[in-house]
């Protein structure tokens, strides 16, 4: 068993990446907020941006923990690695303003296009193949990944849970940002994070949120994924 | 605790279904085995299909257990439930052979339309949207869901597993339908059936077999998903 933990086991070998700073763009909405919070509960720096930095100041004052806020800009100037957990409405229109700001950083894209109607979500079809790929594609200096895509904001924002019982799937071409961003979900007690294929594999990660809902509604829960035998 | 579990809980209130004969079309293959296997060892019914009786009369006399080998056919005739594990290649022409002889039935597609290259499985794209979404277009006069899409062939052959460490996600627009194959998959130990969602999302769920496998390739594993917090 022990060497075959040490070849199963994620978090095996993966950087150090607790002095990286993260910036949260979006991260004034609920998922960005959820880990803006979890990630400086942990102890990571953090930064959330928003359009205007006065928003984004008053999230992070609310917060605590050391959280900042400034401008996406400025946000994204100052990090390591970027999550971009705005709406799909104004992914492109972000992603593209900030091309320069985001280059060489790592880039971490949790954004799930959906769309909703009486029978609940469904997956959108984004010309580039997935959010992630369209970042990728705005983004050519950018390392981009793609993970966080199956929390719940309302347990990530729940002050009362220590723990979030919940595997991240990692995906990217780039094997050094990937384990990165492994490491940075093992920061957060509970979650471990998984590679789990290229980005051209990430629109199935990305719409199965629409498959979580449903089971949220059906179980009145708040799902989230285990990745077995690993 | 007690009332949460009680509606939290999938297995609760589903059917009984133990006396339910299970049909497995592509039954001599890896997963089609795989499943006739665990359901046969389970106490349930099974019966595999193949396109040659005796193809199938092998295939089940090796497994033993009751099992017993037929045409497609006359699987598909003889069956309450049946199980369509065979290639994607073959996915279309065999389903519209049978649609008489699935008419009333529960069909389970459990196909997972994938390509393979160098750089591993990536998702195909179905015209209907998904293998069950073709699978309902051809056989209109059955009651089609999907489940089955994440499990690991070779565990499921694995003699020496006594449990499968693994949660099936069930969908399908029949309640009563989804309701008897969440209980199909509660008769294999370790097993859930947990709804997840309309026929519309199935797309995503046949399609995240690229992501375990690129799972499987990184951490030498056979992975399959929990859903947490049902």
Redesign the interface.
């Known amino acids: 068993m022990s060497t075959h933990d040490s ?2 086991n ?1 978090a095996h070998q993966l950087p150090d990446v607790s002095q990286l700073v993260v910036g949260v763009l979006g991260g004034t909405g609920d998922q960005g907020r959820g880990l803006a919070y979890r990630l400086a509960k942990a102890g990571q720096q953090v930064v959330i941006g928003s359009r205007t930095a006065e928003r984004a100041e008053a999230s992070a004052a609310e917060l605590g923990l050391g959280v900042r806020g400034a401008d996406n800009a400025t946000t994204a100037r100052e990090s390591d690695i970027v999550i971009v957990a705005v709406p799909w409405d104004g992914h492109a229109a972000t992603l593209s303003a900030l091309r320069e700001e985001l280059a060489g950083k790592i880039v971490v894209d949790c954004v799930n296009p959906l769309g909703f109607d009486k ?5 959108l079809k984004p010309e580039e193949g997935s959010a992630a790929q369209q970042a990728a594609a705005l983004l050519p200096d950018s390392r981009v990944t793609a993970a966080f895509h199956h929390l ?1 904001a309302v ?1 990530l924002q729940d002050e009362s849970l220590a723990e979030i ?2 595997d991240v ?1 990692v ?1 990217g071409e780039d094997r050094e940002a990937t384990d990165t961003v492994q490491a940075l979900a093992a920061r957060i007690p509970g979650m471990r994070g ?5 980005l ?2 990430a ?3 990305e ?2 949120v ?6 949220n509604r ?13």
Chains 1, 2 share one sequence.
């Open positions: 070849v199963t994620p029978q609940g979500a469904y997956a719940s347990l019982d919940t799937m995906l998984v590679f789990a294929g290229r051209r594999n629109h199935q990660v719409s199965l629409a498959n979580l809902i449903s089971v059906r179980y009145k829960a708040h799902a989230g994924l285990r990745v077995t035998d690993v």
